[in-house]
């Protein structure tokens, strides 16, 4: 067990502040959680009382029904226990937060999953300087950059357009990527209908009833191969190459990805026009996050420890990494 200050625990399931007796992001069921955003590998179900944003507690609730949630806003301040507590954007998918703890005279933030680029779909990240600054690594080496999304979505659009008979299928995580990729080709210009596969439709109604205009959306239950040629077509990763994607004409196999940088990740996947399309910091975001707050201690919860706290000590800011468990990659 790694002893944070003194008074914020890291265990295996999780980050536990103990004089605010809640866990933050378990991985098992505990009393009390705050949850930091929707994906499953951080929000799980079976809490006896959950706090989080209004918008990542309605996805809990799409996914394991009625939770003893309570909301809190962005900025709103709670004490909890002995603690002061605050979420403030991540950035990351619609209501992801960053929790910022206080505890007599120290200050933590937990990061949970975060990028600093803009997003249509959700709040900007907001830094907050403090003395311990818990951080993801999923992209933390340097061979991570992502490229600006503008580019990544004009292949796609160019792709599309320069063959009519066919469509573009785009393999999206479900939560937040999907509703991404669909607002950035809104804010392209993109104006038609976007066809989509069922398992996407439950979180795209979330995101409007959350205010996020999607803009024309079509099922592809029903569609004829004629209706979907020359439209963009978007399902989850898991369902690019599976029969379903037989129903379509001639797709254009995509994915939007940070993990597309890799060339081999794609070849697995039969994607033949990878988007490097991240909701997580690249190398350059995470370091530069890390000395704009200036923290004392780097707390590393997943990804690629290694480099990230390498970078760390070079910069003279301690760093460990938790080796929480159960967190995972994500299609993402
Ligand atoms: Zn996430
Ligand atoms: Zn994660």
Known sequence: MARLGSWIESHPEGIYVRPADAWIDPSEPKPKAMITHGHSDHARGGHGAVLATAETLAIMECRYGPQAGQPIAYDESLRVGEVDVRFVPAGHVLGSAQIV???????????GDYKRRPDPTCACFVPVPCDIFITEATFGLPVFRHPETGSEIDRLLHRLHSD??????????ALGKAQRIICELRERGHDASIYFHGAIERLNQLYENFGVELGELRYTGGATKQEMAGHIVICPPGA???????RLPDPVTAMASGWMRIRQRARQRNVELP???SDHADWDELTTTIRELEPTEVWITHGREEALKHWCMTHQIKACELNLIGYEDEDE
């Open 164 to 173: 009519p008979s066919r469509c573009v299928l785009v393999g999206a995580y």
């Open 240 to 246: 690019l190459n599976d029969r379903w994607s037989r």
């Open 101 to 111: 703890l206080e505890h007599k005279g120290e200050k933590a933030v937990v990061s």
């Open 275 to 277: 988007l490097v399309i």
